[in-house]
Structures are given as C-alpha cells and as structure tokens.
T-cell receptor, first 113, second 115 residues
C-alpha cells in the first residue's frame, strides 16, 4: 500500500464549480500535511499547509481527519487558472528525528470555460 | 528573494556519459532534497541532506547515482554512466528549520534526456 494515495483524476469541471479532492495516508504518526500544486512542466509549489482545525485561504479550504487518516482540499468558484495537478503531501517521521515528506501522485484538475 | 536554483535546466546526453546536476538551496535552509519525477513513478525522493550530511539515500536507484553537499549553499547529483531509463525531471528542494513546518521549496528542475 502506498503511503499517500490520491485519485489521479482528471476532474473536469466548468468555471465557477466547486470541486473537492481527497487523499488518504497510512502513517498514523504523521503530523504535517500539505497540498502542493504542480503546473505542466513546472516544479511543485506549496499551495497550503493543512492544520488540524482546518484552514481556509481564499477559495481554497483544507481539512484534516486524523481518525480516518484523510485530507481534503476544496476549491470554490473554480477558475481556468486552477487547472493543474494537486499533490497531497504528508510528513513521515523517522526515529532519528528527521522528517521526510511523502508526495502523492497527484490529482489532475481541468477547469473549462 | 532567490528561490532554489538548479542548473542546467535541460540536459541531453548519450548513454554512458557522465551527468552532473547542480543545486543551490535557499539561503538559511538546512535541509536539501533531490527528487526524480517521471510519468510512470511520480515524484520519488532520491536523497536528502541535513546540515550538509546525507541522512537518507535509500531512494538512490543504484551505484551509478551519487550526491554530495560540500557546503550549505551547493549540492550535486551525479549519474555515471547514464542510461536511457534515467531520463526524467530531477528536482532539488530545500527546507528550513522545524519552525517552518518542514515545507519544501522546489527548484525549477533539470529535464534530463539520455539517448
């Protein structure tokens, strides 16, 4: 089983729609969670961190469910510019105290006019 | 502020040649990561350094791959000899101390093609 799993999509939505992605993780010791965005032929860029209480950044809302070990990302009022691949990222603690981030394979979003 | 800098941005080489990829992390960051991304396998962590010391190289595919970090502002990833299956985008990322929550910031990547 992969440490981080995502639906690869693609999710095809019209402009203005609301879309949600889920991601599950297997390491119950994980403490840090992120969503990254990757445009075609570009590097991954941090979109937002995910906090236990849930957090919102403009049209984007992230939620964490520790009991079920899943993370979600909600995008409201989708824009054409939101078309990208969204990577779910979870830290994987090591006994040495060092952290490693594990990246999901990404969910592709296509927003059409 | 300058982000992570990688060079070259594109590299085309013939099988058997040595390839060296370079990375300059964000100033003040103490962790550096090398990743490889392909369509088939996604983003794979190859190796990471903390305070210039290699901590985990379990992702390095085989002995043909080696990485060094001689100082806090420079790292190299070397492939020798290169093979067509090494064709991928190689990203370098850096991260600050624990206080920033371990977010990683990626460079623009090096697109490697081995023919």
């Amino acid at each position: 089983r992969k440490e981080v799993e995502q639906d690869p999509g693609p999710f095809n939505v019209p402009e203005g729609a609301t879309v949600a992605f889920n991601c599950t993780y297997s390491n119950s010791a994980s403490q840090s969670f992120f969503w990254y965005r990757q445009d075609c032929r570009k590097e991954p860029k941090l979109l937002m961190s995910v906090y236990s209480s849930g957090n919102e950044d403009g049209r984007f809302t992230a939620q964490l469910n520790r009991a079920s070990q899943y993370i979600s990302l909600l995008i409201r009022d989708s824009k054409l510019s939101d078309s990208a691949t969204y990577l779910c990222v979870v830290n994987s603690p090591r006994g040495t105290g060092f952290q490693k981030l594990v990246f999901g394979t990404g969910t592709r979003l296509l927003v059409s006019p | 502020d300058a982000g992570v800098i990688q060079s070259p941005r594109h590299e085309v080489t013939e099988m058997g040649q040595e390839v060296t990829l370079r990375c300059k992390p964000i100033s003040g960051h103490n962790s550096l990561f090398w990743y490889r991304q392909t369509m088939m396998r996604g983003l794979e962590l190859l190796i990471y350094f903390n305070n210039n010391v290699p901590i985990d190289d379990s992702g390095m595919p085989e002995d043909r791959f080696s990485a060094k970090m001689p100082n806090a502002s420079f790292s190299t990833l070397k492939i020798q000899p290169s093979e067509p299956r090494d064709s991928a985008v190689y990203f370098c990322a850096s991260s600050g101390r624990a206080g920033v929550g371990y977010e990683q910031y990626f460079g623009p990547g090096t697109r490697l093609t081995v023919t």
